[in-house]
């Protein structure tokens, strides 16, 4: 097994629950006899993510403020600072990799929301700070791992190109989708899709134990019923309205409902490359395979684009949709109806998704999908996957789709999470650590190029540890500020 004795943490922005996992990868460093170093921002002038993307605050030094206060409680054998001199010193493929970074500021959906002034200098100033002080990083403390939160966004996608150019292992991590544990992708940054995409057609392949089928379904049926979750946004949860007279407020139901899912963050990783043009041409083509006509097609806007995200709205995606419904003779749903989600899948014959997670109420109420984008539930077998035209749909029977559903939850819930059993969900933005954790889990993911690696999650779990959040933490929980 692959040991490491200089290991680095990139955290840079202290979003919940996200410190308080950086505190406990340092810790987990040291208890496993590593030297730790942190790479840490101390503030600047330039406009990186956080100042364009969170709501509150005047988008300057009061960001960096936050930031340097919220870092957390444990530290570093060795601080090392970004050096913001650098942000003037070109990377190659700087643009492509800031590519998503801008389209997440606007919520962008198709390439003409993206302008040349979204995000303007600052996020490839950032980037280049990030990647140029990470080489410096990586050399003088002779890191032979880096831990970096999220890899995706400016500085922290410097990191991560920084480690790729220094050939020396990483991990990116992030909560995990249901609570416990952390996700933690080797060598890829928070949108890979590879260790995924195998995880998924080994579980898909399995049989799982009778406790494991337990615990999705459980998982399953509070997302499908809405009595609660862990999950980090829960739209519309139940209550009156979810089954009242549907036809009275749709009319006749759908034979084909579309549910989008917003892709900025995706633009530019060739994990989730597709050959469609937009997810318009997909449905135009999904319509001509299927032979129903479009008056016989629904899409609902989802929840989300009547909800603020970081500094913007959904109106674009809103209005992308709602034209080319008119276009096209579509009954279009906008984002802020009552009318549940559940209810409207309920009344449909097939749902079409472009990798959206409704997939799970889809198939648990009795129906099939299609998904018209790469996703993390691709290789499972639950539903056919359109990635272009010209591919043909084989949609899989009830029975078989309800078995693959149940072991994907079991596969994102329980496989794919480090330390799923000593980091375990109070909420949706706080995790209870537990002693026993073992630094050893993360090696055996590299040497085995899995997140199936043989002895993950197995240590024994000790008493929970007491950790008093830091002053940042409590004023976070209370106003959510920060939080994406």
């Known amino acids: 097994m692959k040991s490491y004795q200089s290991v680095g943490v990139a955290q840079i922005y202290p979003w919940r629950p996200h410190a308080f996992q950086r505190d406990y990868l340092l810790s987990l460093a040291r208890e496993a006899g590593a030297r730790t170093s942190e790479l840490v921002c101390n503030g600047s002038f330039v406009r990186c993510y956080d100042k364009q993307y969170q709501t509150l605050g005047f988008g300057t030094v009061d960001h960096c403020v936050k930031c340097r206060l919220g870092r957390g409680r444990e530290s570093s054998d060795r601080p090392f600072k ?12 700087e643009e492509q990799a800031m590519i998503s970074n801008r389209a997440a500021i606007v919520r962008a959906e198709v390439q003409g929301d993206l302008g040349t002034e979204v995000g303007a200098d600052g996020l490839v100033q950032a980037y280049r700070a990030g990647y140029h002080s ?191 419904c008119e276009r096209r003779g579509i009954r279009y749903l906008e984002p802020g109806s009552a009318v549940h989600t559940s209810a409207l899948i309920d009344a449909s014959e097939l749902i079409a998704l472009n990798a959206g997670s409704s997939v799970i109420e889809a198939v648990w109420r009795g129906k099939p999908v299609v998904s018209l984008a790469a996703s993390i539930y691709q290789h499972i077998g639950v539903c056919p996957t359109l990635l272009g035209p010209g591919q043909s749909l084989e949609l899989p029977d009830d029975a078989t789709r309800r078995r693959q559903i149940v072991k994907f939850i079991h596969a994102m819930d329980r496989i794919a ?40 999650n197995k240590a024994a779990v000790g008493a929970p540890i007491k950790r008093e959040p830091t002053l940042v933490e409590n004023a976070r929980k209370l106003f959510k500020y920060g939080d994406r």
């Open 417 to 456: 999470p480090t330390f799923v059993n000593h980091l375990k969900a109070v909420s949706s933005g706080e995790q209870q650590a537990f002693e026993g954790g073992d630094f050893g889990d993360i090696a055996r993911q590299f040497q085995a190029d899995s997140l199936m690696a043989p002895g993950k």
């Open 82 to 93: 970004v050096d913001w001199s650098k942000k003037n010193i070109p990377v190659l493929g």
């Open 134 to 324: 990470a080489i410096r990083w990586i050399e003088e403390c002779n890191l032979d791992l880096v831990l970096v939160f999220n890899g995706r966004i400016d500085l922290l996608k410097g990191v991560v190109d920084a480690a790729v150019a220094s050939g020396v292992d990483f991990m990116s991590y992030e909560r995990s989708w249901f609570g416990d544990g952390l996700m933690m992708l080797p060598n890829e940054n928070c949108l890979g899709l590879r260790h995924i995409h195998a995880m998924c057609a080994a579980v898909g392949a399995s049989t799982l134990a009778e406790e494991d089928r337990l615990r999705a379904e459980q998982i399953i049926n509070a997302r499908v019923h809405r009595t609660g979750s862990n999950e980090w946004r829960d739209f519309q949860k139940r209550g009156a309205t979810e089954y009242v007279d549907l036809i009275s407020q749709i009319g006749r139901p759908p034979k084909v409902l579309v549910l989008p899912s917003s892709t900025y963050e995706t633009w530019g990783h060739d994990d989730w490359r597709v050959e469609w043009t937009d997810n318009f041409e997909a449905i135009d083509y999904l319509q001509s395979i299927l032979g129903i006509p479009f008056e016989d097609f629904l899409v609902r806007g989802h929840p989300i684009w009547a909800q603020r995200v970081g500094v913007s709205f959904g109106e674009r995606a809103d209005r992308h949709y709602r034209e080319y």
